[in-house]
């Protein structure tokens, strides 16, 4: 079965410093990879996505993330991060022939001033 | 334009109550979801429709909750005799196409308890 591991349920960073948060799925072919954001009281966020091609992908709010199949992993950064990026971020996986997303956990983000 | 919108936001019931959660997806999108947050964990997907067929309750962890879209626009997710265990966010998601690859935007989400 699909499943979604985000490891760090808790991560604090600076105001400016950088950001990386870890996503590993467990599927055997390439899976359709998202991350989404979501603040207190509002809806989950699209920040990017993954399908096919370059590994590298960008997304809004100067986000990327990177697909390693040879990790399985979809890991999320920022070269520097605001305070407004203070949030829950989740990992989601999809596969080719179905509709519905698997979530992770989620890591809840806290940016220091 | 507008997003996906859920009403209540929130809601109080009592054990044994039925609940009505009602998600208004944007306009034109061919299929809605419903996922179940319970606090602390990720979203569970809960059911799915394309336009007003019910294609898959897989999620649906009893026969105590029921969804609806019977015009293919507005879905209504009822829980009926509530219990504690059914406190959660719940959240519903439209995208415009079918398939995975469909980015699926989602509403705020209701927030309910069961006391």
């Known amino acids: 079965a699909q499943s979604v591991t985000q490891p760090d349920i808790h991560i604090t960073v600076s105001e400016g410093a950088s950001l990386e948060l870890r996503c590993n799925y467990s599927?055997?072919?390439?899976?359709?990879l998202f991350w989404y954001v979501q603040s207190p009281g509002q809806g989950l966020q699209l920040l990017l996505k993954?399908?096919?091609?370059?590994?590298l992908v960008q997304g809004i709010k100067g986000f990327e993330a990177e697909f390693k199949r040879s990790q399985s992993s979809f890991n999320l950064r920022k070269p520097s991060v605001h305070w407004s990026d203070a949030a829950e971020y989740f990992c989601?996986?999809?596969?080719?022939?179905?509709?519905?997303?698997?979530f992770g956990t989620g890591t809840r983000l806290k940016v220091l001033a | 334009g507008a997003g996906v919108s859920q009403s209540p936001r929130y809601k109080v019931a009592k054990r044994g109550q039925d609940v009505a959660l009602r998600c208004d997806p944007i306009?034109?999108?061919?299929?809605l979801f419903w996922y179940q947050q319970a606090l602390g964990q990720g979203p569970e997907f809960l059911t799915y429709?394309?336009?007003?067929?019910?294609?898959?309750k897989s999620g649906l962890p009893s026969d105590r909750f029921f969804a609806e879209r019977p015009e293919g626009s507005v879905s209504t997710l009822k829980i009926q005799r509530t219990q504690q265990e059914d406190s959660a966010v719940y959240l519903c998601?439209?995208?415009f196409g079918t398939g995975a690859q469909e980015t699926q935007y989602f509403g705020p989400g209701t927030r309910l308890l069961v006391l």
């Open positions: 306009s034109g999108h061919v299929s």
């Open positions: 599927y055997g072919a390439t899976p359709y």
């Open positions: 993954y399908f096919s091609g370059d590994t």
């Open positions: 429709f394309q336009n007003e067929a019910q294609l898959d």
């Open positions: 998601a439209s995208s």
């Open positions: 989601a996986v999809a596969t080719s022939g179905t509709y519905k997303y698997i």
